[in-house]
């Protein structure tokens, strides 16, 4: 109770002190069998509460979010992120604009994963023209700076992307991207090995816990991707949309600098990151707006994706002497019916990952539903 | 008595009259004034419209049966979240607020585009979309893989 009051107090100070010309606040209630994505399922809930304010002045938009999610069955895994921004919308002609943001953002876990706090920092440049009016051109670029708790994870990266798009008459849109980008890890190597405490004990529970061994070699400590990204997207009458997308990535240089990677349910990890594999991803979805203007998005999505530099291990915690890969499947559904002062959703996933490293061979059925509250504050018209 | 009162009736519709005439036409969302049409696309464009505000999203629509055309006000954030072409269909719920000769300009409430349903107002036209973060895309509707 003290912490929802706390967060309210928080909310209200935000919105008074900014004069802010939008609030919007949400809660969402997800339900996972499958909580850290292994072998070991277990289950949980995590509420999530989100708001999110802005104000607009002389056509610079600030803005600030915060985010509050509370795990029932495991709360010291409860966390709290905080973004605060700026951004600006600037046109060149009418055809043409560019768009750039600064934004920081914490992000503070219990601890049971304080090792994942960190603070960051985000510049973006976007830049998109229209070549005909049935032709669009895009491009942007992110610079992020990452500080963790944990040193391990410290990082700088740079990303470019450049999308071309043509839309036909047939309703037909045909799109194609690349993108590259490089993660430099500030400190990445231990001088020592670390060896992992109540390794094996953990290795049975659902949770590997301290598993991010630092490699104690010296090497190169950045890591160079590039990928190519090409998709078909169809309108059928003006209720459906089907889209098909395929995504190849390659990793140029460097190698994950961890002796094992893994991902969290809600938890953004630093290990596990569009920087640690190499593979591909297909992906279809159709969209359709069934009777009371409801949407429904049904799609299946499949990747595979090798993880450079880690080994796949036996359950008992030996190597196995080969690169860890992953092929995974992922069935997911969505409702979203807007109304004008709130939407509402409901989803659910379904994900059947299938691994060489046997711990990371699980399945998980996931559902989520929520509410989304709009308010205006500075009623300008 | 009744010649006064229809004196007073002419003295207070003059005065309206003169107030109002050549005053600029207001842009805002008149709520009675809502319409719904649905068209083609013809033009996109980006301008500015309101000060301390972003540059709009403009789109020209041409409704199907009718041929007429709209200058429709989307919003300034969706110039890079939304990615309108020439000949796409789209369907707009909105308020107008001028007529020109050859097109009328609308402010758009709510928008159809490819079976999906974007809300840029609410009933009353006050602005639904969100200032900033428009690319950072840290909306955190349940779990994303």
């Given at each position: 109770m003290k912490k929802f009051s706390i967060y309210f107090f928080l909310i209200l100070f935000l919105n008074t002190a900014l004069g802010a010309d939008t609030l919007s606040l949400s809660f969402f209630q997800n339900m996972t069998?499958?909580?850290?994505?292994?072998?070991?399922s277990e289950p949980d809930q995590i509420s999530s509460f989100n708001f999110y304010i802005d104000k607009n002045i002389s056509g610079f938009s600030f803005f600030t979010e915060g985010n509050y999610s509370y795990l029932h069955?495991?709360?010291?895994?409860a966390y709290y992120l905080h973004d605060i921004g700026i951004d600006y919308l600037k046109p060149v002609n009418e055809k043409t604009a560019f768009y750039f943001s600064l934004m920081g953002q914490g992000a503070f876990y219990r601890s049971?994963?304080?090792?994942f706090n960190y603070f960051s920092f985000n510049f973006l440049a976007a830049f998109k023209t229209y070549?005909?009016?049935?032709s669009i051109m895009k491009s942007n670029y992110i610079l992020e700076y990452k500080k963790y708790k944990?040193?391990?994870f410290d990082f700088v990266s740079h990303s470019v992307f450049l999308s071309f798009d043509k839309f036909f008459q047939t309703k037909t849109t045909l799109k194609s991207e690349i993108s590259w980008g490089y993660k430099n890890f500030l400190h990445p190597y231990s001088s020592e090995e670390v060896i992992p405490e109540d390794y094996t004990e953990d290795h049975h529970s659902g949770r590997r816990t301290y598993?991010?061994?630092?490699?104690?070699e010296y090497e190169e400590q950045g890591i160079q991707i590039f990928s190519i990204k090409g998709l078909i997207a169809q309108g059928v009458g003006d209720r459906i949309g089907l889209r098909i997308s395929g995504m190849k990535q390659w990793i140029l240089s460097g190698e994950n600098p961890f002796s094992s990677v893994e991902e969290f349910y809600m938890v953004e990890n630093p290990?596990?990151?569009?920087?640690?594999w190499t593979g591909y991803q297909i992906s279809s979805q159709l969209t359709v707006l069934v009777p009371w203007d409801i949407e429904f998005k049904i799609g299946y999505t499949m990747d595979n994706k090798e993880f450079h530099g880690i080994e796949s291990m036996s359950l008992?915690?030996?190597?196995?002497?080969i690169t860890r890969k992953d092929e995974r499947g992922q069935f997911e559904a969505r409702l979203e019916k807007n109304f004008p002062k709130f939407s509402i959703f409901l989803s659910y996933f379904y994900i059947d990952n299938q691994s060489n490293d046997p711990f990371f061979d699980w399945q998980s059925n996931l559902f989520s539903v929520g509410i989304e509250l709009n308010t205006f504050i500075n009623k300008k018209k | 008595m009744k010649r006064r009162i229809n004196i007073l009736s002419l003295l207070i519709f003059m005065v309206f009259w003169s107030v109002s005439f050549?005053?600029?036409?207001l842009h805002y969302y008149n709520v009675d004034k809502e319409i719904k049409i649905k068209g083609t696309i013809q033009k996109i464009i980006i301008e500015p419209r309101y000060k301390n505000n972003s540059p709009f999203l403009i789109v020209i629509l041409e409704e199907k049966n009718t041929r007429r055309k709209f200058n429709v006000e989307i919003s300034p954030v969706r110039f890079f979240s939304v990615d309108f072409h020439k000949g796409a269909n789209l369907e707009v719920v909105g308020s107008i607020y001028s007529k020109g000769e050859k097109s009328q300009n609308i402010i758009a409430r709510q928008i159809r585009f490819r079976g999906e349903i974007l809300v840029l107002r609410d009933k009353h036209g006050f602005p639904a979309w969100?200032?900033?973060?428009?690319?950072?895309?840290?909306?955190?509707k349940g779990n994303d893989f």
């Open positions: 069998d499958n909580l850290f994505q292994n072998r070991y069955k495991n709360p010291e895994l049971d994963y304080e090792d070549i005909s009016q049935t944990y040193s391990l598993i991010f061994v630092p490699k104690i290990s596990y990151d569009s920087y640690s008992e915690g030996d190597t196995l002497d | 050549g005053q600029k036409q969100r200032g900033g973060g428009m690319m950072h895309k840290k909306k955190r």
